[in-house]
Structure formats: C-alpha cells, structure tokens
Nanobody
Framework: QVQLVESGGGLVQAGDSLRLSCAAS????????MGWFRQAPGKEREFVAG????????YYADSVKGRFTISRDNAKNTVYLQMNSLKLEDTAVYYC????????????????????WGQGTQVTVSS
C-alpha cells in the first residue's frame, strides 16, 4: 500500500520560509517522479513543482519560480519543497504526489499524471 505523508506546514508571515517534507512508503521511490501541488479554497488544484525520478530535472510553476525549490533524497524516500519569500497567495493545502510511470523521462505538470497522493498539509501565510 502506497503512502505519502506530508509534514512541515504551518502559519507564517509574508516573507518567511517553510520546508515541506513528504515521506513515501510502499513504492520503489527512486524510480518515480514526484510532484507538489496546492489547492486554495474555491480554486482548482494546481501544479507547484516537480522533480524527475533521478533528481536531475526539476520544473516549477511560474508563480513560484525563484522562490521554491524541490529536492529529493532517494535514500530516505523523501521529497522536499523549500519555500522562501512566501506570499499571501501561497496560502493553500499542499499535496505531494507520485507519478505512476516508472522512470518517466519528463516531469508531468498535470495532476492526472500522478497516481498517488498524500493527505495534504496546510500552509497559511499572513500579512
């Protein structure tokens, strides 16, 4: 049974930083690309960042480029999202997801490309 467990969310002020973690189990973590998505109230789930199975390729939404960094530690079965210079509009529930295709050559940016999802962690940015 695949499990993805996010942690690290919280309430911060604009300009602060947070690091989200997602611990995976029940799958061969090192052969799957991973992604972070977010969903704000009343909005659709949107892609935030993705990293290839090898960690060589990363991809970011324009709204977070230069502020967020995705990384992975295959030895720990964990993917991270370092979020710096947080803005009010970053407030959302953040979800990590695992691609369903092993060793996919590209980073998928649409949520239907991911087969496994965590339960989400709330990030709230206040002014």
């Amino acid at each position: 049974q695949v499990q993805l467990v996010e942690s690290g969310g919280g309430l911060v002020q604009a300009g602060d930083s947070l690091r989200l973690s997602c611990a995976a189990s029940g799958l061969t973590f090192g052969v799957y690309a991973m992604g972070w998505f977010r969903q704000a109230p009343g909005k659709e789930r949107e892609f935030v960042a993705g990293i290839s199975w090898s960690g060589v390729r990363t991809y970011y939404a324009d709204s977070v480029k230069g502020r967020f960094t995705i990384s992975r530690d295959n030895a720990k079965n964990t993917v991270y999202l370092q979020m710096n210079s947080l803005k009010l509009e970053d407030t959302a529930v953040y979800y990590c997801a695992a691609d369903g295709v092993a060793r996919r050559g590209v980073v998928v940016t649409y949520y239907t490309g991911y087969d496994y999802w965590g339960q989400g962690t709330q990030v709230t940015v206040s002014s």
